[in-house]
């Protein structure tokens, strides 16, 4: 059984820093491309940085120089640094696990980050 736990969201101040954890089970790490998304409340679900099982990253335009995706295979966990908040950074961040070499894909129940003063 797959599961990914998020962790590490709350309530920071505008410019404040918070750090996304998400646990991964039930897959070998090493062989899958893991991403955070978001939800802002009446938005759709968007990339905001993905990291694949080789290491490469991407990021979505409004958090270059503020976030930084990493991964460490030894626990199977990928982390979401964020830095110089935004209140535009609220939303649900979800964690998304999907195997390079198969068309599926995995999420975890998302965790809640607040940016306000």
């Known amino acids: 059984q797959v599961l990914l736990v998020e962790s590490g969201g709350g309530l920071a101040q505008p410019g404040g820093s918070l750090r996304l954890s998400c646990a991964a089970s039930?897959?070998?790490?090493?062989?899958?491309?893991m991403g955070w998304y978001r939800q802002a409340p009446g938005k759709q679900r968007e990339l905001v940085a993905s990291i694949q099982n080789g290491g490469n990253t991407k990021y979505a335009d409004p958090v270059k120089g503020r976030f930084t995706i990493s991964r460490d295979s030894a626990n199977s966990r990928v982390y979401l640094q964020m830095n110089s908040l935004k209140a535009e950074d609220t939303a649900v961040y979800y964690c998304k696990a999907a195997p390079y070499y198969y068309q599926t894909e995995y999420w975890g129940q998302g965790t809640q980050v607040i940016v306000s003063s």
């Open positions: 039930g897959i070998i790490f090493s062989y899958y491309d």
